[in-house]
Nanobody
Framework: QVQLVESGGGLVQAGGSLRLSCAAS????????MGWYRQAPGKQRELVAT???????NYADAVKGRFTISRDNAKNTRSLQMNSLKPEDTAVYYC??????????????WGQGTQVTVSS
């Protein structure tokens, strides 16, 4: 019913920047919360940043001041600007959305993941 398509990511040197985008499509009534989680090898998936449809943001302490999440409610997209990247930011980044599909209860949806690699 709902699909999340990510773009961006790649390889960058420490101190560099990358931008991730995620677009939601399908039978969407409303998106209540949307953003990114990440998972590094051997570690659990963790929150990076999310933003509600009203603009309330939530950032992991590790990325505060370096990452900025933004939204375009009309296009059902979210973007994550990542600056001052560190090797410890290396992970697979997954787009996440909590969505009320048309005529259905809310559910969590995940993108396929995009690799971010920061070299030292």
């Amino acid at each position: 019913q709902v699909q999340l398509v990510e773009s961006g990511g790649g390889l960058v040197q420490a101190g560099g920047s990358l931008r991730l985008s995620c677009a939601a499509s399908g039978r969407i009534f409303v998106i209540t919360d949307m953003g990114w989680y990440r998972q590094a090898p051997g570690k659990q998936r963790e929150l990076v940043a999310t933003i509600t449809s009203r603009g309330t943001t939530n950032y992991a302490d590790a990325v505060k001041g370096r990452f900025t999440i933004s939204r375009d409610n009309a296009k059902n997209t979210r973007s994550l600007q990542m600056n001052s990247l560190k090797p410890e930011d290396t992970a697979v980044y997954y787009c996440f959305a909590n969505v009320y599909p048309l005529g259905a209860a809310s559910s969590d949806y995940w993108g396929q993941g995009t690799q971010v690699t920061v070299s030292s």
